[in-house]
């Protein structure tokens, strides 16, 4: 358990915690030449049954609230230390109203310096500290009077943090490993070394993890060791203050607090998130596009804050919002934070990440809102069933599961439970609900009636073209999986590259058949190299514009292809050179231009023109300058229809 300090400046936190732990947790020259608390200071505590209770130090005065949140956001448990002689102050109730943002609602008080009043001002001060804490998230905490300096008082006090800790439950550990940053340093013969505390997840020594957020891609580092709790571990897990001794091509200079250590896949950093806010009682009404510090983390970045409910939060309402950042940071779903005034002067709001993945249109609608508000539920299958209602191109589930921090063990079970139909595309995968994929192949084939309407000549739609008409944002992936089912069932047929209904025929007039009948035999003299519409005119005799509009009514019937301008090839030469570009596939993984040609003779001009007819049609798809079959409509249905 991690046990945090707070409360005004020379209230004895740091005393309060030596007494208890028997650590000076003042590090810096600065503060013990000073005597007060700069920085986070660290101590710890072993216990009877051999764990140990971790305490984080925090400073008091008002201008360094930016260390003491840095130091807040990774406790459990909240030791608020008052004064006797003082009761409470300005930074005490500021700490406690941060702590309320945060989301934290475990504590003690601790009521020192209780050897320098008397016995009436003790109970008066219990008092005052009752009137405080009414209302607030630590309203019942026990009070504890006590003389850090003296000892009075401190056996009580530890014997209760035992009693805590032993009824803690521990954070669950899934999700990807995420730490952040508060510390970094070298030791000799050690190399860098973070600490901080583990919001997610496990890590252990040898595991590969990303510094971020640091340039494009971060900075890639291997635990060479570590300590959970100032002990030696083989691991450490979310809740857990760990030093990582890290090994990788960096320097401690490249490193700072606000960072996260995190699992590669967890790696994704970003400017702008949404989340609800709330504003305290105590403070005017927040309002749209407000510059702001933002504290999530151990970071502190200033950003704007753009409401998405009205423009402005009266005091005590909460509200919806985007948090629009100056740098990048990390965050899940789920991560508390503060919000600061632009001169980091006064507290505005407190909130907590609800979508990491915004969108760049449309923030506003009710669709919208109304996800963001399923979102405001801790079970992830809550905002998934309304997203997949929502999401008529499907969602991506990729990043769902990296907005709610899922790891992989746990996103299986998931889709599963909200029953969705999902797709895969390579590392990818793509989830329907159950009546929108049954939409989805309504929508297509009611396309495909639309079109054999519009255009009876036509023996059907190209895939690419049909995908586009069905759903224009759905992916390719999907649309080939939902095609193949429709296929499956017989809802739908398909001659060559052309899809249509079963029972549709296209029909070409007997005068345009008589003519193709004429013309035809100048294309198979040479099939894989046809003679151009002009060439077929020349040497037909027939007009130009006359060749070139028939050729366009039997493209339309399926049996020619424009492969290229003014260039038509026969259904049964298309097959075969789709049938050599699944062997070129197979042979060597992808089609090239020079192997085409080497197969059909004849130039490399046109080897590429039928190459980029197959990627336009979506038989291939063009990787740099190969040519990769898709995979999804085998080579049978350019072959046998």
Request: hydrophobic share 45%; aromatic share 4%.
């Amino acid at each position: 358990m991690i046990i945090g300090t707070a409360g005004h400046i020379d209230h004895g936190k740091t005393t309060l915690v030596k007494a208890l732990t028997g650590v000076d947790a003042d590090r810096l020259p600065e503060e013990k030449a000073r005597g007060i608390t700069l920085d986070l200071g660290y101590a710890y505590a072993p216990q009877a049954d051999g764990s140990v209770l971790g305490f984080i130090d925090v400073p008091g005065h008002e201008k360094l609230i930016h260390n003491m949140l840095a130091g807040a956001t990774g406790i459990d448990f909240v030791l608020l230390v008052i004064a006797a002689d003082d009761g409470p102050m300005p930074q005490t109730r500021e700490h406690l109203e941060l702590l309320g943002l945060l989301g934290l609602d475990h504590g003690a008080v601790a009521l020192t310096k209780c050897d320098a009043v008397d016995a009436a001002r003790v109970i008066e001060a219990r008092d005052e500290i009752g009137a405080l804490l009414a209302g607030t998230r630590l309203q019942d905490s026990p009070v504890f009077p006590l003389s850090a300096t003296r000892g009075e008082g401190i056996a009580e006090l530890r014997s209760h943090l035992d009693a805590v800790a032993a009824a803690h439950q521990a954070r669950r550990a899934d999700g990807r490993f995420r730490l952040a940053i508060d510390r970094c340093f070298t030791l000799t013969g050690i190399g860098t070394v973070i600490t901080g505390t583990a919001f997610s997840g496990r890590v252990g020594a040898g595991d590969t993890v990303i510094i971020a957020p640091a340039g494009r891609d971060g900075l890639k580092a291997r635990v060479k060791s570590l300590h959970v709790q100032d002990r030696p571990a083989g691991h450490g897990q979310a809740g857990d203050r760990c030093a990582l001794a890290l090994t990788g091509d960096f320097e401690k200079k490249d490193i700072e607090r606000g960072m996260w250590v995190v699992d590669p896949a967890a790696a994704r950093p970003l400017t702008r998130f949404q989340a609800e806010l709330r504003v305290p009682v105590t403070q005017p009404a927040l309002k749209h596009w407000t510059t702001v510090h933002v504290h999530l983390g151990a970071a502190d970045i200033t950003g704007r804050v753009a409401l998405l409910e009205g423009d402005q939060i009266a005091p005590g309402a909460t509200a919806l919002a985007e948090i629009l950042l100056d740098r990048e940071t990390i965050t899940v779903r789920g991560d508390r934070f503060v919000l600061r005034d632009a001169s980091a002067q006064r507290t505005v709001a407190g909130g907590r990440v609800l979508d990491r993945f915004p969108p760049s249109r449309h923030k506003r609608n009710p669709a919208r809102l109304a996800l963001l508000d399923a979102l405001r539920d801790d079970d992830p299958a809550t905002s998934l069933r309304l997203l997949a209602e929502q999401s008529a191109a499907g969602v991506d589930l990729g990043r769902f599961a990296a907005n709610w921090n899922l790891a992989d063990d746990a996103v299986a079970a998931l889709w599963q439970a909200a029953e969705l139909r999902v797709v895969r595309a390579g590392e990818e995968q793509i989830g329907f609900s159950a009546a929108g994929w049954q939409a989805l192949g309504d929508k297509l084939l009611a396309s495909l009636a639309t079109e054999h309407q519009r255009a009876p000549d036509m023996v059907g739609v190209e895939r690419e073209r049909l995908r586009r008409l069905t759903l224009p944002t759905l992916t390719r992936a999907a649309f080939d999986t939902l095609v193949a089912e429709l296929l499956a069932a017989g809802r739908l047929a398909a001659s060559r590259a052309w899809l249509h209904l079963p029972e549709y025929q296209a029909s070409l007039a007997a005068g345009d058949r008589d003519l193709f009948g004429v013309l035809r035999p100048l294309l198979d003299a040479q099939p894989f190299a046809p003679p151009r519409v002009r060439d077929v005119a020349r040497d037909s005799g027939t007009a130009e514009d006359v060749v070139r509009q028939l050729f366009r009514r039997v493209a339309r019937a399926g049996e020619l292809y424009p492969v290229a301008h003014d260039h038509y090839f026969s259904a049964d030469a298309v097959a075969q050179l789709a049938n050599l570009v699944a062997e070129l596939n197979a042979e060597h993984g992808a089609a090239r231009g020079a192997d085409l040609r080497d197969r059909i003779g004849g130039g490399r001009k046109v080897a590429i023109h039928i190459l980029e007819f197959f990627d336009r049609i979506g038989y291939t798809r063009r990787v740099r300058d190969e040519h990769v079959l898709r995979g999804i409509g085998s080579t049978h249905a350019w072959i046998n229809n």
